[in-house]
């Protein structure tokens, strides 16, 4: 009782913010505000009721069911370690597809497989080794351990060798210009920073470093480079590179371009300043005609309201070097635990819970863009989207990208969450790649705030497997997904938007 009685209390300090940041009266019953810490009320309007007493029991048994259900690390099982690495347009993708479908109509759900023609880019060699540098000695070469960019053309099949140019950044690639580029290698050396991934904010450290992976090509080839390479995104030791979708610009000849291990980016980056470094590169990745694939949309129908949806979802795809289970097997077994869940329950939502794993996330983003064009005429209905992608580890709350007052109407939400550690509510711009079209079109977005320190260690590397799953924090997102769409689905007064 301590325990509890202490967390109410101090709850109830928060929640007395919240009430009268919004001007409210008196707590409405429903609310969960503790009484015994209600104010006075500052303002005669009446409090709108936002969930029965019947659904804050519910989100209680969901959170508290949740947290020992192994639903989802079983679905995240099968996807990484029995289908394995499912990029988009792959024979293991198509396997997830009917995998996932499988497994929702096993949920009693009303399932669709929606058309989305997908990039069908193939992996191919990749090797590369410096031929020439300082101190060499008599015929030796060594060894560079990098690995293809997403979308990167091929080198010549026998590959090509130039001499590498380290930048840190665009700034002193411009500063160097196409005397010094024209016929190069350049090779990107924009560190990812450790300090922020430490501090919890390691999203915003990949923000800050991923564009060189995205743009880095087609500004090296601007200059007449031959081929780019970036030092690896994320916090990967080990010597593992790390992968991820380039971007050619329409006005940029196409470079084949490749990610280096963090080890073998600083070895160059101590060789060049000493002398001439040169490097043979082969690549010879295929991009392969588009092929067709799906988004798995499978319903549990609202009982009141079954035309307006609540979106619980992760992404299918996955980058091919790895298996694909915290990025995004994990959540799109979160997302289907929020399913599984009120069916054990046997609840019945108002709204409609729709769990969709999309497709084509991780290189092109087809998925996503093709489900808000298809419902885009019936958008209103479109009540919220949840998405799941920043891996498994622990959540702390709940992002939100839209009106400031969702965030106030959350509340009774956060404070049954706050069981588990998970009860910040935190505003963002946007919280989901696939979910962020329906964002754009006014749709309320939301995703678990998740633990970043360690996820870029792993994240769109090969060391991208289950056991890098913990259970129990796995658990704690599956609670959120079912908690907050059972929570939006039977919310009293519909979202602002
Ligand atoms: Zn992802």
Redesign the pocket.
Known sequence: MGVSFLRANLCGAALLFVSLSLGRAAPAPGQAVPEASSPPSPSPSPTPILYSPQTLSDLKNLEKTALTNDYAYRQVAHLANNIGPRLSGSAQAQQAVSYVADELKKLGLDVQLEKVMVPHWVRGEETAALVQFPGQAADTTQKIVLTALGGSVATPPEGLTAEVVVVRDFDELRSLGKAHIQGKIVLFNYAYDRRMAVQGRGGEAYGEAVVYRSDGPSAAARLGAVAALIRSVGNASYRLPHTGMTKYAADASKLPAAALTEEDADLIAHLAPQGPVRLHLVLTPQQLPDALSYNVIGDLKGSEHPEQVVIVSG?LD?WDLGTGAI??GA?VAVAMQAASLVRQLGLHPRRTIRIVAWMN??NGLRGGKAYAADHQSEIANQFAAIET?GGADHPLGINIAGKPEVKAMLEPVAEILRASGAGLLQLREGVG?DIDPLRVLGVPNFSPIQDSRFYFNYHHTAADTLDKIDPQQLAENAAINAVLAYALANLEIPLPR
């Open positions: 992404h996955s990025d995004d959540g996330e991780e992608d790649a």
